[in-house]
């Protein structure tokens, strides 16, 4: 597609509730990454893939958080068992070639009330 | 670690006032430098970069200039719009040493008539 599209733009969620986001990266890009934007901070690092080997998931802040992107294309990341303090908005990001930026999609709102 | 950081907002101009946004950051390598802006409910979008010292990023107005002696890469416009007004994003990628994006805390712009 013509840019990086996350679904769904927004989702509350009850505390202890799994959730699942979707990113779709731009068709081709081998770099897909996961960012967490707490509201009024810069975004946070949470894990690399290159096509579908996830090669840095040092971000993730705990083990309910779990992301995948099993063909190379689409990426899963699940949180488990949501907290408050998950709430946030989780940015995903694909790139062609490392080291001249990523494009960006427009995040997915999560809300856990 | 690496870090960025930022000089804190909010930021308010009037129209066609010059604008300055500091960033300077810590590496412990030769970073490549980035600024990406955020429109109000929009992702990230890159506005400039520069990937080696002395390099000038630029684009719609905007310039910065990679300063290795300073560890500075400060934002700048010579006459703001109304429409500039977003959050502005300073962020550095370790060359050779890791492929995500380090990001500081953002500054919010606020332009007005």
């Known amino acids: 597609g013509a840019g990086v599209s996350q679904s769904p733009r927004y989702k509350v969620a009850k505390r202890g509730q799994d959730v699942a986001l979707r990113c779709d990266p731009i068709s081709g890009h081998v770099s897909l990454f996961w960012y967490q934007q707490a509201l009024g901070q810069g975004p946070e690092f949470l894990t690399y893939?290159?096509?579908?080997?996830?090669?840095?998931k040092s971000g993730l802040p705990s083990d309910r958080f779990f992301a995948e992107r099993p063909e190379g294309s689409v990426s899963t990341l699940k949180i488990q068992r949501t907290q408050q303090e998950d709430s946030a908005v989780y940015l995903c990001a694909s790139s062609q070639n490392l080291g001249v930026g990523y494009t960006f999609g427009s995040g997915t709102r999560l809300t856990v009330v | 670690g690496d870090s960025v950081t930022q000089m804190e907002g909010p930021v308010t101009l009037s129209e066609e006032a010059f604008l300055t946004i500091n960033c300077t950051y810590t590496?412990?390598?030769?970073?490549?430098l980035f600024w990406y802006v955020q429109y109000p409910g929009e992702g990230l979008q890159l506005l400039l970069k520069?990937?080696?010292?002395?390099d000038k990023g630029s684009n719609k107005g905007f310039e910065a200039t990679y300063r290795k002696e300073t560890t500075s890469f400060h934002l700048e416009k010579g006459s703001v719009q109304v429409s500039d007004s977003a959050v502005y994003f300073c962020?550095?990628?370790?060359?050779?040493?890791?492929?995500?994006?380090?990001f500081g805390t953002g500054t919010q712009l606020k332009v007005e008539l």
């Open positions: 962020a550095l990628i370790l060359t050779g040493g890791g492929n995500k994006l380090t």
């Open positions: 520069a990937t080696k010292a002395d």
């Open positions: 893939f290159q096509n579908e080997a996830q090669l840095d």
């Open positions: 590496a412990t390598g030769y970073p490549s």
